[in-house]
């Protein structure tokens, strides 16, 4: 994201937005496991708070190499981009597949409500991304 914003304020807001769609869902399933774990609400929230404040860290730095040459700058957004894909193939369509296929098991109808869901949610959110790039960096 620092390079992002190092390069362009909009690049950087669209890519925060993108973040922030998967890394929002991720967080709340983090406390959730803290919370499953044993931790107190209290301690899973101020843990998941602390691990995530790193992130400044991160900031920092690709704010650091945004000061390089531009060349890097096409380097880290296809090692972040690459990162993110793998994540999402890896990770989360596998817990959706296995949460649609559970719902499926419990009744036909939970099932296609489910796989509704993903979709709007997965669709939403290209859409999002799509209309950033798209109408994002226009000034009328």
Do not use: W
Not at 17 to 38: K, M, R, Y
Not at 53 to 68: H, K, P, Q, S
């Amino acid at each position: 994201m620092g390079v992002a914003f190092k390069q362009d304020i909009m690049a950087g807001v669209s890519l925060s937005v993108a973040v922030l769609c998967e890394e929002f869902p991720h967080e709340l399933g983090d406390v959730a496991i803290l919370i499953t774990s044993g931790m107190s609400y209290r301690q899973a929230l101020g843990y998941n708070l602390l691990s995530a404040a790193t992130c400044f860290l991160g900031f920092v730095f690709g704010v650091g190499i945004g000061n390089l040459d531009p060349m890097y700058t096409t380097f880290i957004f296809a090692l972040a981009g690459g990162m993110f894909l793998y994540i999402s193939l890896c990770s989360m369509l596998s817990d959706m597949n296995e949460k649609s296929e559970e719902a499926m098991k419990r009744s036909t109808r939970e099932g296609i409500t489910t796989l509704v869901l993903q979709f709007t949610g997965l669709f939403s959110g290209l859409f999002l991304m799509y209309a950033l790039q798209q109408f994002g960096g226009h000034s009328h």
